[in-house]
């Protein structure tokens, strides 16, 4: 599985969009770019994946560049509840090991 | 169930002491995955099953640890001797086979004094 690259922390006022960066740029074909999220004390929680084409749920969004090597999730009115660890992983659906970085840790001020 | 169960929440044990972690996945996924997470760091990987087959162990840290998952549902991570940097919080997560979007538990609280 390809590596990633986060800042170690980011500040976000709250009702702000927070959009937090990837580097990926060993990315191959067939892996994904996922999100994931950890509020203190809890397991980690899935948000959002994608391949080459932008996605939106509703938690965040997803924008990946064209060329793939780096990506961005928006969450687009901030809260202090999504004040966490967020990590960004590559992987293709045959890698089962998903290998956590150490994250960006985001927080949410009012 | 409704999510990744796993039990006990906390284990408090001494030093030199076995202990079992379970971890009880959600119905239908089949991919199961130990992670460890020491205090303030990332998650380590320490193995993953698809079905009741280990295909990797790599991630475990010595032969002190060890897991087994039968009837490919429940999974128990057994650590023997424990040791005090053994202390940390053990989580699981399961996933559909072809590992997207793994959900994780809240995870075992480990502590070895």
């Known amino acids: 599985d390809a590596k990633t690259t986060q800042p170690p922390s980011m500040d976000c006022a709250e009702g702000r969009a927070a959009n937090l960066p990837c580097n990926h740029s060993t990315i191959s074909g067939n892996e994904y770019v996922y999100w994931y999220r950890q509020i203190h004390s809890q397991g980690p929680q899935y948000i959002i994946h994608g391949l080459k084409n932008n996605e939106t749920n509703e938690m965040a969004s997803l924008i990946i560049t064209e060329d793939r090597k780096s990506s961005t999730l928006i969450l687009p009115h901030a809260t202090l509840r999504d004040t966490a660890v967020y990590y960004c992983?590559?992987?293709?659906?045959?890698?089962?090991?998903?290998?956590f970085g150490a994250g960006t840790r985001l927080f949410v001020k009012a | 169930g409704a999510g990744v169960s796993q039990s006990p929440s906390n284990k408090v044990t001494e030093k030199g002491k076995d202990v079992e972690l379970r971890c009880d996945p959600i119905s239908g996924h089949t991919a199961l995955y130990w992670y460890r997470q020491s205090l303030g760091q990332g998650l380590e990987f320490l193995i993953y099953?698809?079905?009741?087959?280990?295909?990797?162990k790599s991630g475990l840290p010595s032969d002190r640890f060890s897991a087994e998952r039968t009837g490919g549902s429940v999974s128990t991570l057994t650590i023997q001797r424990t040791q005090q940097e053994d202390s940390a919080v053990y989580l699981c997560?399961?996933?559909?086979?072809?590992?997207?979007?793994?959900?994780f538990g809240q995870g075992t609280r480990l502590t070895v004094v």
């Open positions: 099953f698809q079905g009741n087959s280990a295909p990797d």
């Open positions: 992983i590559v992987r293709n659906t045959g890698g089962f090991k998903t290998i």
């Open positions: 997560a399961s996933s559909f086979p072809t590992g997207l979007g793994a959900f």
